[in-house]
């Protein structure tokens, strides 16, 4: 019984492998797209220990990660954790966007450490990410 399980793990392990392999390169291709196309940039403001930026950038990583997490249980290959991982990385931007245009001078606001500006885009970023996460695994 342990040698088929041992086995079966084995030969399981590639498949894993490039799976997880393939959803990690796409969160750190989409927080390094976030970070360079979003105005505001979180991490020089938390090397100056800015705790607005950390939770605005600390919300935006796990708004890409929760919905790679999702098609990581529901994908069939890693084009399709690759295309998710886009649409994660999108949706991510335009919720951005979205609370930038209703919460005037956000970037502003973050920049000078507002805790409450960065939660109302760090609420805004989860919500994205829950709702896609879902469609994902639906």
């Given at each position: ?21 393939t959803a990690l390169g796409m969160l750190v291709i989409g927080v390094m797209v976030y970070i360079r196309v979003t105005p505001v940039h979180e991490t020089e403001l938390i ?92």
């Amino acid at each position: 019984m342990l040698e088929t399980l041992i086995a079966n793990a084995w030969n399981s392990l590639p498949v894993f492998l490039s799976h997880f392999g393939t959803a990690l390169g796409m969160l750190v291709i989409g927080v390094m797209v976030y970070i360079r196309v979003t105005p505001v940039h979180e991490t020089e403001l938390i090397r100056q220990g800015n705790v607005a930026a950390a939770i605005a950038f600390g919300a935006a990583v796990l708004g890409l990660a929760i919905p790679l997490a999702f098609c990581l249980k529901a994908s069939v290959n890693v084009l399709d954790i690759a295309v998710w991982g886009v649409v994660a990385l999108v949706l991510q931007i335009g919720a951005y966007l979205v609370t930038a245009f209703v919460f005037r001078n956000l970037e502003d606001k973050i920049r000078s450490g507002d805790v409450a500006a960065a939660i109302a885009l760090a609420s805004t970023n989860l919500a994205t990410a829950a709702l896609n996460a879902a469609a994902i695994s639906g």
